[in-house]
């Protein structure tokens, strides 16, 4: 019996001191197919002391009563979006400030985009990045794009790989300033 199944049934998580390869466990919420799991999240404190955020990840079947309870419980009207945490306003939402114009000088971009193994030969990697550029440029994606509130996909090969260096080095910086790097 190798090490990895010993650990598996002694109920031990994998990724436990000792093992040369650790990985965290995957969020529930994300590895959740059937939709059964609420997520709640806080940004509270994390980029000012007195910027309180909070936020929900509920099943799509939830999403309308959980805004119609928000609404309740609060007083405040059922939109729940105060600021666009992007540089500037949201196509999809036209009219919510973003959070500079606020004064919070804050940005929290999300953004998609796929990964090749290590080792993909050239022509697989242009492959694919020629197949994602069709792909974007298709009007059958366009319209599911926007109907499910998605902003163009605007970087591809090389130049998606420096933003995503440029990123991660960002990530790294902010982590470390707000003490919450290695």
């Not at 436990?16 to 799991?37: T, W, Y």
């Not at 196509?91 to 606020?102: C, F, G, M, R, Y």
């Not at 020629?130 to 974007?136: K, R, S, T, V």
Request: aromatic share 10%; proline share 7%.
């Amino acid at each position: 019996m190798n090490g990895q199944n010993e650990r598996r049934r002694s109920g031990k998580i994998r990724g436990a001191r000792g093992d040369p390869n650790p990985r965290p466990p995957a969020a529930l919420q994300g590895i959740d197919r059937a939709e059964r799991v609420i997520y709640v999240g806080t940004l509270t404190k994390a980029m000012f002391p007195g910027l309180r955020l909070g936020y929900l990840v509920v099943p799509s079947a939830l999403a309308e009563a959980f805004t119609v309870a928000r609404g309740l419980s609060d007083g405040y009207p059922p939109s729940t979006t105060q600021a666009a945490l992007a540089d500037e306003r949201l196509p999809t939402l036209p009219d919510v400030p973003t959070a500079s114009e606020l004064g919070y000088d804050v940005e929290w971009i999300v953004w998609r985009g796929f990964y090749a193994p290590d080792g993909m030969s050239s022509e697989a990697y242009e492959f694919w990045v020629a197949a994602l550029q069709q792909l974007e440029a298709s009007r059958e994606w366009r319209k599911i794009r926007d109907e499910s509130g998605l902003l163009p996909l605007g970087l591809f090969g090389e130049e998606f790989e420096r933003f995503v260096d440029e990123q991660v080095g960002s990530f790294a910086e902010l982590s470390e300033t707000i003490g919450v790097g290695d």
